[in-house]
């Protein structure tokens, strides 16, 4: 039966006393022997402009069981519609949650569920149709996910928490991200231990896994992550992480790598992985409009390729390319170098250039030095610097500029003669 208004206003002071913030609920209903429906309960969060709605949901059903054996007094809770908001800062950060234990001691970590675990003898959470928000600190939307399912198991006795479920669409910075997730993740004495993620990414497959890396005898909270990708469309992927959109890189990515976070700082990441990417092209790169006005040929400027592949090395805040390279028709390019998370780079590489290639002229530096026999191959080694939006390009002298094998496999002594 529906209950008066002094009912309902008596529960909603109880709730803003206990959390600290103010609550509005619209109904309650009571049931018997000891059911409770919360009808469009909301959370303020007064101290967020972005995010003015902590915690709200159409509908919140506590329903009791007795299990004299296992649990006793229990309840299972459903929650229907909920949306949760929050803003990340300096004080709290994404990933917390995963590497951090709870500071209750009967406390379990719980996507939606918080501290009404803790205070209620709750077995089962149910999730129909939620929504997560997260602000930025200049109150920005950076990533939402939406159209949750979820069941979680909590066995406060054993303090394990084990959740499965599944979520439509992840956005982020409002671009549509993920699709079709399917995610379980487990918690135990309080201690998150893994995280599985299977979905549909920019056309391909994307599966991700996290877990505690550290021991009992390391104080040190470790993640370890690993990723396997297939058949993404790079141009989506790069243009997430460019701000503008303006320099792309097509192509289908595959990519697997492996690697731990030591803290919250980038400097903290650390991995090492391969990846290769088939029938692409690179398009608006300043890299590449420099490269073509060092070899004075126009296509370089948007070249195509059959296979860009490698390997790399996440470290201390850069990213080591090894092994790396590119064939096309008329060039490929061989190398090693690295990135910084600060945009700047070095790089040595080695142009290998095909006889098509030609068409178009040369430096009157390299014209000199270069005889063309037929189905030859030849190198220009380059000395690349700078910054990914303005880069540095130099050719390298060597004595000589010897003929090399389709594979490029010649090693050359270069030193660095600037461009012209």
């Not at 803003?87 to 590497?99: A, D, T």
């Not at 050719?395 to 003929?403: A, C, D, G, N």
Request: with cysteine.
């Amino acid at each position: 039966m529906e209950k008066k208004q002094a009912t309902i206003h008596f529960i909603q002071s109880a709730l803003t006393d206990l959390l600290g913030v103010p609550v509005d609920v619209e109904k309650i209903h009571f049931s018997f022997p000891l059911g409770i429906n919360l009808e469009k309960l909301k959370v303020e969060n007064s101290l967020s402009k972005s995010c003015p709605s902590l915690f709200e949901c159409n509908s919140i059903k506590l329903k009791s069981h007795i299990s004299p054996f296992l649990y006793g007094l229990y309840l299972n809770v459903l929650l229907t519609e909920p949306k949760t908001s929050f803003e990340l800062n300096s004080g709290r950060r994404l990933l917390l949650p995963l590497i951090e234990e709870g500071s209750n001691g009967e406390e379990l970590p719980s996507l939606f569920s918080g501290k009404l675990a803790a205070s209620l003898p709750i077995r089962k959470i149910s999730i129909q149709k939620g929504i997560i928000k997260i602000f930025s600190a200049h109150q920005q939307p950076l990533l939402m996910i939406e159209g949750i399912d979820e069941e979680e198991e909590l066995d406060l006795r054993n303090q394990k928490t084990l959740s499965r479920g599944q979520a439509k669409r992840v956005f982020f910075n409002s671009t549509p991200f993920l699709y079709n997730l399917k995610f379980k993740y487990l918690f135990s004495s309080k201690v998150f231990q893994n995280f599985d993620l299977d979905s549909q990414l920019s056309g391909g497959k994307l599966h991700l896994d996290l877990y505690n890396q550290a021991n009992q005898k390391d104080k040190k909270k470790t993640l370890g992550w690993k990723i396997f990708a297939s058949g993404l469309k790079a141009q989506e992927i790069f243009e997430l992480l460019e701000a503008h959109g303006y320099s792309s890189i097509s192509g289908l990515l595959h990519c697997n790598a492996e690697g731990s976070i030591h803290g919250m700082g980038l400097d903290s990441f650390e991995g090492k992985g391969t990846f290769e990417i088939e029938r692409g092209k690179f398009e608006n790169m300043a890299l590449f409009d420099k490269l073509s006005n060092l070899l004075k040929n126009a296509s370089m400027k948007t070249p195509e390729f059959d296979q860009w592949k490698g390997s790399f090395i996440i470290k201390e805040g850069k990213i080591l390319f090894t092994d790396m390279s590119l064939s096309s028709n008329s060039f490929s390019m061989v190398g090693s170098g690295l990135v910084k998370f600060n945009s700047s780079m070095e790089m040595d590489l080695k142009i290998l250039l095909n006889k098509p290639f030609f068409k178009a002229n040369l430096p009157e530096s390299l014209l000199s030095r270069i005889k063309m026999p037929q189905n030859s191959v030849f190198s220009v080694p380059v000395k690349i610097s700078g910054t990914l939006s303005n880069p540095q390009v130099a050719f390298i002298e060597t004595h000589s500029m010897p003929q090399l094998s389709p594979s490029g496999s010649t090693l050359l002594s270069p030193l660095p003669i600037p461009a012209k």
